[in-house]
Every structure is written in structure tokens, then in C-alpha cells.
């Protein structure tokens, strides 16, 4: 059975600091992978999408970036975090093909910037 | 533990039925509860959202929820659904309210015959 899972759970950060959440996926292959975010308040924004190694695409310009530097796994990085970042990201993926197949979530993790 | 469920994996119907698909969550104290929607080859999207104030919330394309807090509930409702609605729908909860994790139900699809 397929498996997703994203760390760390929480995470504490000052300004300025640099950020790694990994997201890595097991039992498929060649899986559609995403990043989403929460903001408090919000719902849930797309912040990044791939469709295979080293392919990303950016919904939202902004403080972060995403790599994909194998095929089951998913990395939102940042080189200078800023307040506005907090929130609850959420790492997901669905089989390859089409958008639209069936989504599943990781655990999610939260950053909180200070 | 945290947890949301939705009762049907697969709903079937023809146009112009009455929509109703269950989401029930376990007890988590405050919530913020969610609905979201992904139609064939698109991006998941944001259907409606409840905070707080009345129960009865209603969202973009016709559809409502209403949040019953004695029964841990929040079904999404539309009255004569469209050939376009088919789509699958997520619910989700924000346990602790907007600084607490956001937990997704498994999804249900919704089939509507023309």
C-alpha cells in the first residue's frame, strides 16, 4: 500500500533562517506530488506541484521553493524565512496521469516563524 | 485521535438529485471545518469554509453545509446537482482551530449522469 510522509511534525524558526521540509512517498511511482499551505484563517493554497524529477511548477510567487530531486520525494526549501511563512504545510500526492486523480495528504507540518 | 471521515467513497446520480454527503470528525474541542473540491483535470479548490456564527454556510457554485456540533457533523448539500459538479469532494478539519492541524477525509466521488 502507497504511504506518504512529511517531517518534521513542528518546527520553530526565527526570521531570517533557512527552511527544509522533506516529503518523501512509498508503494507508486512516478507520483504527482504537492505542497500546500494554511495560513490561519484560510483555506488550503497550492504552492507547488510536480509531475516527475526535477519538474516544478510555482503557483504562487513567493519566499519559497520546491525540488524534486528523486522520484518519491518532495522538498520545500526556503534561504531566508519570513514572518509571513507560518503556517501548516501539507505535503500530498496522487498517481501519475492526469490532475484530478485522487489526492492523499501527508501529516502535514507546522512551521512557526519568530 | 483526530479524524474525519466520509461515509461514501463513490455517490452516483442523476441530474437534478439532491445532493447530501456525509462528514463526521471526532471530538477535538474548536474546529474549522472545510469542504473542498476537485473536478477532473483541475487543482483542488476551496467549495466553503465554517469559523464560527451560523451553522448554515453556504458556498460558491450552490452548495451549503451545515455544521451540527452535537452530532460532530458537516454535510455538504446542493439540491439539484449538474452533470459539472462531477468531481471529488474532501472534507476537512481544522482541530484547535486555526493553529491546530488540518486533517482531510478520504474523499468521496460524485458521479452525475446527464
Known amino acids: 500500500s502507497q504511504t506518504i510522509h512529511q517531517w518534521p511534525a513542528t518546527l520553530v524558526q526565527p526570521v531570517g533562517s533557512p527552511l527544509s521540509l522533506e516529503c518523501t512517498v512509498e508503494g507508486t511511482s512516478n507520483p504527482n506530488l504537492y505542497w500546500y499551505r494554511q495560513a490561519a484563517g484560510r483555506g488550503l493554497q497550492l504552492l507547488f506541484y510536480?509531475?516527475?524529477?526535477?519538474?516544478i511548477s510555482s503557483e504562487v510567487p513567493q519566499n519559497l521553493s520546491a525540488s524534486r530531486p528523486q522520484d518519491r520525494q518532495f522538498i520545500l526549501s526556503s534561504k531566508k524565512l519570513l514572518l509571513s511563512d507560518s503556517g501548516f504545510y501539507l505535503c500530498?500526492?496522487?498517481?501519475?496521469?492526469?490532475?484530478?486523480?485522487?489526492?492523499?495528504f501527508g501529516e502535514g507540518s507546522w512551521l512557526t516563524v519568530v | 485521535a483526530q479524524s474525519v471521515s466520509q461515509h461514501n467513497h463513490h455517490v452516483i446520480l442523476s441530474e437534478a438529485a439532491s445532493l447530501e454527503l456525509g462528514c463526521n470528525y471526532s471530538y477535538g474541542g474548536t474546529v474549522n471545518l472545510f469542504w473542498y473540491v476537485q473536478y477532473p483535470g483541475q487543482h483542488l479548490q476551496l467549495l466553503l469554509k465554517y469559523f464560527s456564527g451560523d451553522p448554515l454556510v453556504k458556498g460558491i457554485k450552490g452548495f451549503e453545509a451545515e455544521f451540527i456540533k452535537s452530532k460532530f457533523s458537516f454535510n455538504l448539500r446542493k439540491p439539484s446537482v449538474q452533470w459539472s459538479d462531477t468531481a471529488e469532494y474532501f472534507c476537512?478539519?481544522?482541530?484547535?482551530?486555526?493553529?491546530?492541524?488540518?486533517?482531510f477525509g478520504k474523499g468521496t466521488k460524485l458521479s452525475v449522469k446527464p
Open positions: 510536480s509531475v516527475g524529477i526535477g519538474q
Open positions: 476537512a478539519v481544522n482541530y484547535g482551530g486555526s493553529q491546530g492541524n488540518l486533517i
Open positions: 500530498a500526492w496522487s498517481s501519475s496521469g492526469r490532475l484530478g486523480n485522487t489526492i492523499y
